[in-house]
């Protein structure tokens, strides 16, 4: 009598479980259904301006104001392209803007990884007041010191260069502040062991060896913000 009754309970379990798994299921797909179709009218609305320059790069001029919209061109044409190479050096000033960010984003990621290394696992003479004034330059507009900074430029003779505009970018205060914050969240024992087989706390072994290849991901992160903030840079 108990095994038929253990039976028959089992078997509502299961008409039970089947009975929610199908109603999870038929909300799972409408969900889904409706995040699908959300996005993609979202996707659509923000593409448009891109489809829309891309059209519009290959019309005629008489094309482009003509009213209504018009994806595709009637007349195709690389007119707009001929003029924009012959009216200005693009393709320097796209050579430059690349060489530029490229090499402020590496210098910066080189400077603030080991600066937040140095504040996060060092001990040195005045190392919270220096973190602390570090910090403070952050509530500093960076318009406020385009007039001192053109002054000391000007004086080492390096107005119209290459490096006027790389040097004053290479140390970055968010930069130390982001490195120093996730550098903190490794474990000292891992630097006890390395120090233990042989590596000085201020050895360059220590950050090269041990830091750098725990620190790839926010290095990544950073280069990312590093290189578009530098590519944008107009000033």
């Known amino acids: 009598m108990n095994s038929m009754t253990r039976r028959i309970d089992r078997t509502a379990a299961r008409r039970q479980v089947r009975r929610g798994a199908r109603g999870t299921t038929w909300r799972t797909v409408a969900g889904r259904g409706a995040a699908y ?6 996707a659509i609305v923000f ?5 829309w320059m891309i059209s519009t790069a290959f019309k005629p001029a008489g094309e482009i104001f003509n009213p209504g919209i018009n994806l595709i061109p009637t007349h195709l044409t690389l007119d707009n392209y001929r003029f924009a190479f012959s009216a200005a050096p693009l393709l320097r000033n796209f050579v ?7 090499t402020t984003t590496a210098l910066s990621l080189f400077v ?6 140095a504040f996060a696992k060092l001990e040195f003479p005045g190392k919270r007041g220096l973190f602390l004034i570090m ?6 507009p960076s318009l406020v ?3 001192p900074l053109f002054v000391i430029i000007s004086k080492l003779g390096w107005v119209d260069t290459y490096q006027a505009v790389i ?7 968010f930069g130390i502040f982001f490195m120093r914050q996730y550098i903190h969240s490794i474990p000292n024992e891992l630097l006890d062991a390395a120090r233990i087989d042989g590596l000085r706390d201020y050895s360059f072994g220590l950050y090269w060896r041990i830091v750098v290849p725990l620190i790839k991901p926010a290095l990544a992160t950073l280069s990312i913000m ?8 107009f000033m």
Request: charged share 0%.
């Open 112 to 117: 603030s990884s080991l600066a937040g290394f």
């Open 226 to 233: 590093g290189f578009m903030g530098s590519w944008n840079n």
């Open 47 to 51: 593409a448009f301006p891109l489809v």
């Open 167 to 173: 040097v004053p970018s290479i140390a970055s205060a």
């Open 37 to 42: 179709v959300v996005l993609s009218a979202l």
């Open 135 to 140: 910090i403070g330059t952050l509530m500093v």
């Open 145 to 147: 010191g385009i007039l």
């Open 96 to 102: 430059n803007s690349v060489f530029i960010a490229a």
